[in-house]
């Protein structure tokens, strides 16, 4: 039968459209599985737009915040910036692969804290 699995990250947002941590009006999911990433409505749970990574196949892509209105994704060789609003891509990078055991992205902030998503 298989199985399936999805990544999920929520953004909350302001009624200006900027990224926020609390009082936030509403939100978007970010919903990525299969070589796809979906934003969605949290509210009223329309797909806001749909976005196919190139050559991602059935990978299950990592999803991490880079801004307030950006998010990396990480989906087979490759990583990509997406705008959490309309779900373009602003750039793309391929990656080396790993030889043994799970890919997964890493991002090291400016405290030398790590955010990790594992695939």
Do not use: R
């Not at 991602?56 to 990592?62: A, D, H, I, R, V």
């Amino acid at each position: 039968m298989g199985y399936n699995e999805i990544s999920l990250l929520v953004v909350n947002i302001n009624s200006e459209g900027e990224g926020t941590s609390h009082e936030a009006q509403s939100s978007i999911v970010i919903v990525a599985s299969h070589g796809k990433v979906y934003g969605i409505n949290s509210e009223s749970g329309d797909i806001i737009w749909k976005n196919k990574l190139k050559n991602g196949g059935y990978e299950l892509p990592s999803l991490i915040i880079d801004s307030p209105d950006k998010v990396l994704v990480g989906c087979g060789k490759l990583v990509y910036k997406i705008n959490i609003y309309d779900g373009k891509t602003i750039w793309q990078k391929k990656v080396s692969t790993c030889l043994l055991g799970c890919s997964h992205i890493t991002m090291a902030t400016h405290q030398s804290s790590l955010q990790n998503a594992f695939t």
